[in-house]
């Protein structure tokens, strides 16, 4: 079992983008959210990863990612991350692995970019309880540009020691396959009975 420290936070707004009220959106997502993204982000001093779709920042601090098209979309956290380049045949078998994993209901949640399109081709699926789940897009057979998964493991699995934290690929502006991996990182913040009602 991965030991998180109790001082290391994680901001996921993945909660937010199930079945929100447009109307108001921009004003309870600032509520909720934006003091802790400024905060994150002002932690986060590193290097970047940006392709057109996301922006991938990744320091001795901490981790965060972006949508450029969709800022609300949000992912980042405390704590030390390892990161690494990788070659295109590990890249696909990272994809493969991490919607095999949410298929099982071994993730939490799935976010894959395939292009920056407008809208984009992309997949988003959140795990609401143990057999609900909501989902956007389409998953398709291509290799995407950006995927993070947050994996929650029962049984044993490849993608991540210890069977928790969240696994970030992405391809580049420069077109270098990075992989990120956060073990042991807390799960996103759930609120399910406000889901429910």
Aim: charged share 25%.
């Amino acid at each position: 079992m991965t030991h998180v420290p109790s001082n290391e936070f994680e901001v996921n707004t993945d909660a937010a983008l199930v079945d929100p009220d447009w109307e108001g959106f921009v004003q309870h997502h600032d509520a909720r959210y934006g003091l802790a993204i400024h905060h994150l982000k002002s932690l986060v001093k590193g290097r970047r990863f940006d392709n057109e779709a996301m922006k991938l920042r990744v320091g001795p601090e901490g981790f965060y990612l972006q949508s450029r098209r969709f800022p609300a979309a949000f992912h980042g956290g405390t704590g030390r991350s390892d990161v690494r380049f990788i070659d295109f045949d590990e890249a696909q078998a990272i994809a493969w692995e991490a919607i095999a994993l949410y298929r099982s209901g071994d993730a939490r949640s799935l976010t894959v970019v395939y292009d920056d399109d407008d809208p984009p081709e992309a997949f988003f699926g959140y795990r609401v309880g143990s057999e609900e789940r909501f989902e956007m897009g389409e998953l398709s057979h291509g290799q995407p540009i950006h995927l993070r998964v947050t994996v929650d493991a029962v049984g044993p699995q490849d993608l991540i020691e210890g069977g928790r934290g969240t696994v970030v690929y992405q391809r580049a502006a420069d077109g270098r396959h990075v992989l990120l991996k956060r073990p042991g990182a807390p799960l996103p913040y759930q609120p399910l009975q406000r889901l429910r009602d």
